[in-house]
């Protein structure tokens, strides 16, 4: 058995049937059903899997073709998770979890995870604020030239913050308003960098991502296009269930 077995993620019985895929390290992902879920998973040939870019795209790979051949509803699990045996999966997340794994999967059954990341050009985003503020840009154009104090400085400063921190909620308040209504549930994550200023999940009936796609489009339309938006609309659902307990 190697180092054990890497797990990729859990489905309601009876599961994903004679899947023909490799998992990490091409290994054969496998089935293994422990009443009433089955686990997807691979003989791990390492005893710790890098987070590298390669291992996480292998591991979504896994779940996003089960997902292609039909099998929607799945937990996924966190990367990196392996085990000695089957029967730590029972007395760590079966008996203690089982439950909570069950309430999950009504909660998951015909719903989706999309995602929308926003991106912006701050320094050109400036330049269009001192457009629309003609006041503040000839202020600010006075001063160019001449030696400034500290508090003008300051002042100048925290204005133009300030309007660029509304201009930014603006656009996120817009996006909220007209995705939030087709969700069953949605999570804000942290930017991962500082020229994201959005990044949400949505869980969202499968039917609906038509709609949901649309409505993004109407998005980068009304901001006439000076928003890189980045939109994922198939993806397993990690903001909405994934599982921890594991170690």
Known sequence: MGYGLYLYGIFPAPGPQDLSLLG????PVLSHGIEPFVFLYSEAQQERYLASRRHLLGHEKVLEQAMQAGYRTLLPLQFGLIIEDWQTVIQQLILPHGQSLSELFVKLDGQREVGV?????RDQELQTLLQENPNLKAERDQLLDQ???MDQVIS???TLE???QNRQQTIIDAFATALNPLAVETVENDPLTDAMIYNAAYLIPWELESEFSDRVEALDQQFEQRLRIRYNNFTAPYNFAQLTQLR
């Open 24 to 27: 990490l390290d091409q290994q």
């Open 117 to 121: 990341k926003l991106f912006w050009d």
């Open 147 to 149: 030696p400034l104090s």
């Open 156 to 158: 100048i400063g925290q």
């Open 162 to 164: 300030k309007l660029l």
